[in-house]
């Protein structure tokens, strides 16, 4: 449904796309989040078209050992093996245009940086930026609330770091300010 709005400009031979759990532990990541849950369906036909555009993503004309995943119905994940070949501004470029077009089909906002995303009961849940002190304040996020860290940055800190206490992400400036009881 989606695939015919992701059309690389240049067909390669080599395709390059590999499982996420095949990518090397150094690998660069992104994390995407989207501003709402996306069904079944929606995670299928994303998971395909992120496979197709992947496997024929390129730097420089040379193939990108890549990968891409929907993780919680809500994250898209997708990381490059950089021992390969490094992506380039251009092609890194290319994949967030990819996200945009696919959000944009599917009505799911992938660039919203104005959430903060919780794990709550394994049920993801968002809360506004500006209401994290109040939350904070009510007990509603907690220094032990487990938190997406979306700024993980190889997959080695997305399978260590992506879920953490909010005590050690950027939240922990809330519990600081905290009045001592």
Known sequence: MFAKYISPNTKSNNKMYIP???LDFEARVWVYQGNRDLTDEESGILTETLKSALDTWEAHGKPLTASGKVFEHRFVVIGVDERDELPSGCSIDKSVHWLQQI??????????????????NDA?????VPKIKEAVNNETILPSTTVFDNQVATKAQWMTRWKVPASKTWLARYFSEQPSA
């Open 20 to 22: 996420f759990s095949d």
């Open 124 to 128: 993801v849940k968002t809360i506004p």
């Open 103 to 120: 959000g944009s089909q599917m009505n799911i906002d992938f660039f919203d940086r104005s959430l903060a995303y919780l794990d709550e």
